[in-house]
């Protein structure tokens, strides 16, 4: 998409957007344009809009909500929804014209973010370019905006976005190749290291063998490091759960519960491309994803409960629900990246637990964290971005759900308290570095369309992730 600015509106654009903030309208606002019936009508709430027109030309009037309410998530959330109204218009190029009010720089990331994420479409129709083409902006000019690089990094995030996106969209069969093919070619600057089967094997990475036991694909580690800062020792690595597709194994999900366990690599597809972000924004910083990626299905080969794996850091895990594979995997990747990394600070993000959705709802992730002054950053980037999270505890008494009487852990504690639990889990691994876990489970996937998330995979995460690694390259 590009982006333009002008003084003034141009006719022959295929859309002016006219913003209204709520409250009594004058006709005056717009000068001679003849919008005064459509006006009367329109009482600029939040998200509104109206169609009209002056001349050829095709008007959109678009309610910003009060103004004393105005924040740079309203404006995100309204000019999505001018967007969504644009979309079936087959609109190409918009007009923007920006809104009267003081913050200008703030609430320009917050009308740029809200087009360029809503700009989205992923479709496997076959008539899809036929009969019903999805058309997406090719170009918004900024009217009463003085020309600014201001809104390039935003749209460099937005495309991140994207491509965690289309990686969660996309078929489950097709994830693994497609993540090696994605990451070989991620960006001149990141270096790529991928563990394949055999090396799994010797470096005895045994839980994420476990879980891949039933597929027919081999699994992987891959490494995609981004060294921006060689001068410090500082290290942030992130660890993002990568189950291409979850069956739950021998303890089987039912139907329903498959339905979206494709998503299941949320987390990896997020970590993935916030190294990606980084290197393209040239960010001082140093930053490596860790994805562990396997199938979790069911077979004659599958992992069985009551048998008793040995991890990457010794440790051994009786099986107690092979559908709490989740954590298997990202504990051994944890505990590579603590053994072989270096890193000064971890943060896995995982597609986790049902215990979380039922807790916070599609909107929050949970945060946990054994680490008070690095749980406060992720949680100053929540709330620069907009990501909700809601910070939950580590509360070392649960810890008493995880004991075995023939290995050092169960790999389930029950369903009380689950989300915590799985945390207390990942905990184990981390040993003593800075460690947050993000539970995703809710916001990353989306069962309708919601503000500037068109569809199912939302990407959820990238942005906090991005504006926690900009913060520390400043």
């Known amino acids: 998409m590009k982006i333009a600015f002008s003084p003034s509106l141009e006719r022959g654009s295929d859309l002016w957007i006219l913003p209204f903030w709520e409250g009594p309208k004058a006709a005056a606002e717009y000068g001679s344009l003849k919008i005064e019936s459509a006006v009367k009508d329109f009482k600029g709430k939040s998200d509104e809009t109206a169609f009209c027109y002056d001349g050829e ?65 992923f479709t496997y129709k076959h008539d899809a370019l036929k009969d019903e083409p999805i058309v997406l902006l090719e170009k918004v000019v900024f009217v009463g905006v003085e020309k600014t690089d201001q809104l390039e990094p935003y749209k460099t995030i937005i495309d991140g976005v994207h491509f965690v996106r289309d990686l969660v969209n996309a078929n489950a069969d097709d994830k693994l190749e497609t993540f090696v093919k994605l990451s070989k070619k991620l960006h001149p600057k990141v270096k790529i290291k991928i563990l394949e089967k055999k090396q799994l094997e010797a470096e005895k990475l045994g839980l994420i063998l476990a879980v891949n036991r039933a597929s027919s694909l081999d699994p992987y580690l891959i490494i995609a490091s981004y060294k921006g800062d060689p001068e410090t020792k500082e290290h942030a690595v992130l660890v993002g759960k990568g189950i291409t597709y979850d069956t739950g194994g021998l303890s089987l999900k039912p139907t329903d519960g498959m339905l979206s366990m494709k998503c299941d690599m949320a987390g990896a597809a997020t970590v993935l491309g916030a190294v990606k972000v980084a290197a393209e924004l040239s960010l001082k910083v140093n930053v490596t994803a860790v994805m562990p990626l396997t199938e979790n299905c069911i077979g004659s080969k599958s992992y069985k409960l009551g048998d008793v794996y040995r991890s990457y850091s010794g440790k051994t895990i009786e099986i107690n629900n092979t559908d709490a594979e989740g954590r298997l995997v990202l504990g051994d990747a944890i505990a590579y990246a603590v053994q072989n990394l270096e890193p000064t600070c971890v943060i896995d993000l995982a597609t986790l637990t049902g215990a979380c959705v039922v807790a916070l709802g599609e909107d929050f992730s949970g945060l946990f964290s054994n680490d008070d002054a690095l749980a406060e950053d992720l949680l100053e980037s929540s709330e620069r971005t907009d990501e909700l999270v809601c910070r939950l505890p580590v509360h070392n008494d649960y810890k008493e759900a995880f004991k075995s009487e023939i290995a050092d852990m169960v790999n389930s504690g029950g369903r009380e308290a689950g989300a915590i639990k799985a945390a207390l889990f990942l905990q184990e691994f981390a040993g003593s570095v800075p460690w947050a876990h993000f539970d995703i489970a809710g916001p990353a996937f989306i069962t309708k369309p919601k503000a500037y998330n068109p569809m199912k995979g939302t990407g959820y995460g990238l942005r906090l992730l991005v504006d926690f690694l900009m913060r520390r390259s400043s």
């Open 57 to 121: 030309q095709r008007i959109l009037l678009l309610g910003l909500g009060k103004q004393d309410k105005a924040s740079v998530e309203a404006l995100r959330k309204a000019y999505a929804s001018a967007v969504r109204a644009a979309q079936p218009k087959k609109i190409k190029r918009i007009d923007v014209l920006f809104p009267k009010c003081r913050q200008k720089d703030e609430f320009l990331q917050g009308i740029g973010e809200g087009i360029f994420l809503t700009n989205y479409s």
